[in-house]
């Protein structure tokens, strides 16, 4: 299996990667509050822990048995969509509690999916097979042993639908990631999330996207007062 590090790393710079830049471009821009900084890090630290999540059964297997067995979690094999489930409610509780709106919840749950997702992905290159479709189909199935096939007049058809469906899962996948983190600001510009009931959150997302733009703080109150 890929070490940890990796798992985090093809998180952070292939799903995180529109948030990573949009952040990052306002931040240097001087455009982010406390505030944005803590919004930003939740995700990241959700990100980053479910990327890591099919793995975490070898922490304790680590401290009670002396191996690090990470497949199963009791009866359910933890690199499956069934297990998935649990980064994502895990996400929309957490999500809950910071936001306090069920939208934005949703869309944390869904943003921690695909980086569950990100993981089984990554095994699934480095490992060639996983219980995908657990309890629905129990054997190995691995998504990239079907786009790499040699031309053949037998199954031809088969095999063309497998890879499509193969690289179409990973399109899900990616589409998630975006939509997720447009959802919650995080698209290739950084928008501060706004509460549902004040203009002054309103006023504040103005003036830190004409801060973000290069525009001065008086120009930034005189578009406030056309507001």
């Given at each position: 299996?890929?070490?940890?590090?990796?798992?985090?790393?093809f998180?952070?710079?292939?799903?995180?990667?529109?948030?990573?830049?949009?952040?990052?471009?306002?931040?240097?821009?001087?455009?982010?509050?406390?505030?944005?900084?803590?919004?930003?890090?939740?995700?990241?630290?959700?990100?980053?822990?479910?990327s890591?999540?099919?793995?975490?059964?070898?922490?304790w297997?680590?401290?009670?048995?002396?191996?690090?067995?990470?497949?199963?979690?009791?009866?359910?094999?933890?690199?499956?969509?069934?297990?998935?489930?649990?980064?994502?409610?895990?996400?929309?509780i957490?999500?809950?509690?910071?936001?306090?709106?069920?939208?934005?919840?949703?869309?944390?749950?869904?943003?921690?999916?695909?980086?569950?997702?990100?993981?089984?992905?990554?095994?699934?290159?480095?490992?060639?097979?996983?219980?995908?479709?657990?309890?629905?189909?129990?054997?190995?199935?691995?998504l990239?042993?079907?786009?790499?096939?040699?031309?053949?007049?037998?199954n031809?058809?088969?095999?063309?639908?497998?890879?499509i469906?193969?690289?179409?899962?990973?399109?899900?996948?990616?589409?998630?990631?975006l939509?997720?983190l447009?959802?919650?600001?995080?698209?290739?510009r950084?928008?501060?999330?706004q509460?549902?009931?004040?203009?002054?959150?309103?006023?504040?997302?103005?003036r830190?996207?004409?801060?973000?733009?290069?525009?001065?703080?008086?120009?930034?109150?005189?578009?406030e007062?056309?507001?």
């Amino acid at each position: 299996m890929p070490y940890p590090v990796v798992h985090i790393m093809f998180f952070v710079f292939c799903i995180f990667l529109p948030g990573l830049y949009g952040f990052m471009q306002s931040a240097l821009g001087g455009g982010v509050s406390r505030r944005d900084w803590w919004h930003f890090l939740l995700l990241l630290m959700v990100g980053a822990f479910c990327s890591l999540l099919p793995d975490i059964p070898a922490v304790w297997n680590y401290f009670l048995y002396d191996n690090l067995e990470h497949g199963m979690a009791g009866p359910i094999p933890t690199h499956s969509l069934v297990f998935g489930t649990v980064a994502f409610c895990g996400a929309f509780i957490v999500g809950l509690l910071a936001y306090r709106h069920r939208d934005r919840a949703l869309a944390l749950g869904m943003f921690a999916e695909t980086a569950f997702l990100s993981h089984l992905l990554l095994d699934d290159i480095a490992e060639g097979g996983l219980t995908y479709l657990y309890p629905l189909h129990n054997e190995p199935m691995s998504l990239f042993s079907y786009v790499n096939v040699e031309f053949s007049g037998v199954n031809f058809l088969y095999y063309n639908l497998a890879g499509i469906v193969s690289v179409f899962f990973i399109f899900c996948v990616l589409l998630m990631s975006l939509m997720s983190l447009h959802y919650l600001g995080f698209g290739f510009r950084y928008h501060p999330l706004q509460n549902g009931s004040g203009t002054n959150s309103g006023h504040s997302s103005v003036r830190s996207r004409c801060v973000s733009r290069g525009i001065q703080t008086s120009d930034a109150n005189a578009v406030e007062n056309i507001r």
